[in-house]
């Protein structure tokens, strides 16, 4: 998990392809990457956990819950010359969970 910018670019640089890419939709916050082997299915419970994390670790860290977005990290690039943390998605799923508030 990146909790600034220049860590989730960072973390981003090393995700392979079919790893998960998790981030609080329309909201700072850190990105969290799932490492998958190979194209191995990821629970949903682990999607599920992944997203409340991303939401902890965000500017909707209190709201009641927020819509996360997920997808492979072959899907989410970085435009040249963007700030850090900015990033583009090709394709995405969203989920809607309640923020894990437990970020200590």
Do not use: C
Not at 46 to 60: D, P, T, Y
Not at 70 to 89: I, M
């Amino acid at each position: 998990m990146g909790k600034s910018a220049l860590q989730n670019d960072s973390l981003l640089k090393r995700a392979r392809p079919d790893d998960l890419w998790f981030h609080v939709k329309g909201l700072p916050g850190a990105h969290v990457i799932v490492h998958r082997r190979g194209k191995e299915e990821i629970p949903q419970g682990v999607i599920e956990a992944a997203a409340r994390l991303a939401a902890g670790f965000s500017k909707g860290k209190d709201e009641s819950k927020v819509e996360v977005s997920y997808t492979q990290a072959k899907y989410v690039r970085k435009p040249k010359g963007a700030p850090p943390g900015l990033v583009v998605l090709t394709r995405e799923e969203t989920v809607t969970v309640a923020p894990n508030r437990q970020t200590e």
